[in-house]
């Protein structure tokens, strides 16, 4: 098996992982599914920031396993979940890096949602 390159954030490809002010709430098909005032932000180089969002903040009944995986040389090994709302399934509506490398390290316990899957709204208050 070939090993993976692993990368270092850098001044040229920064990452900054902050807590995100406010409430964050996620809604499929107009269905809440994730509320938190305890999200990360991730910025990554000109990437667009990146809602983190704690796993225990998502519920339970409208998530289930993908078999999707993926790969990021700055993040480690990255797993997904379909969000199923009434008879409606979103697939790969989120990742996870459940054992992120230890620049990220932060983001462990936190999933993220893909905007063009999911309606993320940040309230500042």
Not at 2 to 11: D, G, S
Not at 26 to 38: E, F, K, M, S, Y
Not at 41 to 48: T, V
Not at 50 to 74: A, E, G, M, N, W
Request: neutral net charge; proline residues 9%.
């Amino acid at each position: 098996m070939a090993t993976r390159e692993v990368k270092q954030p850098t001044a040229q490809h920064p990452i900054t992982i902050t807590p995100t002010e406010g409430r964050v709430r996620v809604r499929i098909n107009g269905q809440l599914v994730a509320d938190t005032r305890a999200a990360l932000g991730l910025q990554e180089a000109n990437y667009p920031a990146v809602h983190y969002i704690p796993v225990t903040d998502v519920d339970p009944k409208v998530l289930s396993r993908s078999r999707s995986r993926s790969y990021c040389p700055y993040k480690g090994d990255a797993g997904y979940y379909d969000v199923t709302v009434g008879n409606m399934a979103v697939e790969d509506a989120i990742w996870t890096y459940e054992k992120p490398y230890p620049a990220v390290a932060a983001i462990a316990g936190h999933v993220a949602f893909y905007p063009n899957k999911a309606d993320i709204t940040v309230d500042p208050t």
